[in-house]
């Protein structure tokens, strides 16, 4: 299992390039990210009915938003707010880091950093003692949990709250739900 310090993106990039997931610090709990959703199942030992979402670098990579739904993530992004559009779970971590290896990637998927069933992990040394034995495919990035709360989930499809965390839901809840044709 390989560890990397932030400064280390290009070659971090290059690992998820070539199969590997990675352990990373977000602006919420720590994630599990990869260009290969079907590794970050196997790791997570995840049921494959759960989606995952994908981290992207900039609001223009999500198709058929109206205009409120882009004033929304203009507000809230970069930020732990993650929203369904089209059925696919976007977010826009606000961690400049993470955004450049997005950028690398061209984008990827994500979910937190815990085996399913458990809690998220806090920081990379605890990534190394639960991950140990996936050490063919992981690689950890030093850093730690930024907050106690993850991301919250509202659904832009059905204007339908999926999860509370560190962002309170309600005023976006109003907005979508005063503004539903625009």
Known sequence: MRIY??????????????NKAAIVETDT????????????YTIKKRNRNKKLIYFI???SEIKNLTKIEKYILKKYWPGGLTI???????????????????????????SSANLSKHQPIYD???????FKKQ?????????????EAPSTIIDFDKIKVLRIGVIDPNP??????NNRST
């Open 124 to 130: 990379a040394q605890e990534a190394i003692t639960v």
């Open 29 to 40: 709990v720590l994630g599990i990210v990869s260009l290969n959703p079907n590794l970050i």
């Open 172 to 177: 976006i809840i109003n907005i979508l739900s």
């Open 5 to 18: 310090d932030w400064n280390e993106l290009e070659q971090i990039a290059f690992e998820l390039k070539n």
């Open 135 to 147: 050490n063919f495919n992981l690689v950890i990035v030093k850093g730690q949990q930024q907050s």
């Open 84 to 110: 369904i559009k089209n059925g696919i779970g976007y977010r826009m971590p606000n961690h400049p880091k993470l955004l450049k290896l997005i950028n690398l990637t061209n984008g990827m998927y994500s």
């Open 57 to 59: 670098d900039s609001i």
